[in-house]
């Protein structure tokens, strides 16, 4: 397998040059096909997300990511005794054209709206998702 074989596969494509060398370090380390498998299986189990919070390639590999442990990040997380929240429930995001929008988001947005400034078309959408 090849490096390019790993960029095409990969979310983020920034910094190619640095995602190169780190990849040949962890295939040293842990062999081309660990790393391609380790990315197939993230790239199912992790949450849609804005680019920015994915990270760079080379961070990626850097930090051996490639051998989470991707069946506890398919699982729901579990409710938390100490603050009483569901993630899945209580932290739910709507999505609008790729970007991730809260309840207070679009809270916010309303404000706006009411205050006479001009709000953009997904942001009215998010709003409409959450029925404000």
């Known amino acids: 397998m090849t490096f390019e074989v790993f960029w095409e596969t990969y979310p983020r494509k920034v910094c190619k040059q640095a995602a190169e060398k780190s990849y040949a370090k962890a295939v040293k380390a842990h062999g081309a096909q660990k790393i391609i498998k380790g990315l197939e299986q993230w790239n199912k189990v992790r949450r849609p997300c804005e680019p920015h919070f994915i990270p760079h390639a080379s961070t990626w590999l850097n930090q051996g990511r490639y051998l989470d442990d991707f069946a506890a990040m398919a699982s729901p997380a579990p409710w938390n005794q100490d603050t009483g929240l569901m993630p899945d429930k ?22 706006r709206k009411r205050s006479g400034m001009a709000i953009s078309a997904e942001e009215a959408e998010a709003m409409r998702l959450w029925n404000l």
Do not use: S
């Open 90 to 111: 209580d932290l739910t995001r709507r999505w609008v054209g790729g970007i991730a929008y809260t309840y207070v988001d679009a809270l916010g947005f309303r404000q």
